[in-house]
């Protein structure tokens, strides 16, 4: 049995994921702080408000009773409904430091990327249990490998990261609303409810139309859900297993296919936050949809080329 300080892996790793947890938290405080600090906010206090619940829920969630933590959940989404968040007391960056800076690193920028994504699979190999906080603890190692290269301290970090979080605002919660909000329609019963619909709509079942229902019922069901992880559970059930598996069609290709072909959803749709509304808030687009529009087209001849990969491929 594979221990870390004398910890079994199996044990190690999930409170190794509670302690990123925690970490996220003290971020949102820190957010909360500077907010707090910050002076000509007239949604002060329902920006602090957020910040504060939030990072509540990530430090102390474990402990929360459920009923409580819904509740917590339920005020931060009355405050972002009432628009009451406000980006203030954030570092505003010099932009001619930033262009100093992306002249320096040029595309060196891309390392602690790079990091990440090797050292994970690395471990991910290597140790089997530690998938469910491998990113969490990559992520740490790409933080400080890009203090390293910046020379930034612990200050600078903390400063960046909350202008980031607030950047992003609301939407840092969406993924996880997203996925539980899938686990909720998965045990409801959804998936029952759309393959009674999709079965009245389908004149004759073949292995054309169950791909095609197949391929677009992930693609609609993820741009609805902004994930296709909590819309692959509910379509599987309702649409692949009865219209495509059912008549034969290998399950690991046409589960595969379906996962893909909800990311041509996730191209199209203000819901997938982390995706299309993330970047327009970093990057401080006028066009709230540009990164859409520009995505649009690509994911329609993919979602295309999906079909036809159900069809032929699949069966």
């Known amino acids: ?55 509540t829920l990530f430090t102390f969630g474990k402990l929360i009773p459920s009923m409580v933590s819904g509740i917590l959940v339920v005020i931060i989404g009355i405050i972002s409904l009432m628009n009451g968040i406000m980006v203030k007391g954030a570092i505003v960056n010099d932009q001619r430091v930033e262009v100093e800076g992306s002249d320096r690193l040029g595309n060196k920028i891309f390392i602690p990327v790079i990091v990440m994504a090797v050292l994970a699979i690395i471990l991910a190999k290597l140790i089997p249990d530690s998938s469910s906080s491998i990113l969490g603890f990559t992520a ?72 095609i229902a197949y391929v677009l019922g992930m693609v609609i069901f993820t741009a609805i859900m902004g994930n296709a992880f909590a819309a692959f559970t509910v379509i599987t059930a309702g649409i692949g297993v009865p219209f495509v598996i059912a008549q034969g069609a290998d399950p690991a290709i046409a589960a595969a296919l379906a996962m893909t072909a909800g990311y041509c959803g996730t191209l199209m749709t203000p819901m997938a936050g982390n995706f299309n509304v993330l970047p327009v808030g970093l990057l401080d687009m006028k066009d709230r949809n540009g990164v859409i529009k520009e995505q649009a087209p690509f994911s329609i001849l993919m979602i295309i080329a999906h079909i036809l990969l159900m069809r032929f491929w699949a069966f």
């Open 1 to 55: 049995m594979q221990t870390i300080f004398g910890i079994p892996t199996a044990d190690f790793f999930p409170m190794f994921l509670e302690f990123i947890f925690v970490l996220i938290g003290l971020q949102f405080f820190f957010t909360a702080f500077r907010v707090a600090r910050s002076e000509d906010n007239e949604k002060k206090f329902t920006t602090v408000l957020f910040w504060l619940v939030l990072g």
């Open 140 to 211: 740490i190692v790409a933080i400080i490998v890009v203090m390293v290269m910046t020379k930034s301290g612990f200050g600078d970090m903390m400063k960046q990261s909350d202008r980031m979080v607030q950047q992003v605002g609301a939407v840092a919660i969406l993924p996880q609303l997203l996925a539980a909000l899938g686990a909720i329609f998965a045990a409801a019963g959804v998936g029952d409810v759309i393959a009674s619909i999709i079965g009245n709509m389908i004149p004759t079942v073949n292995p054309w139309t169950g791909s």
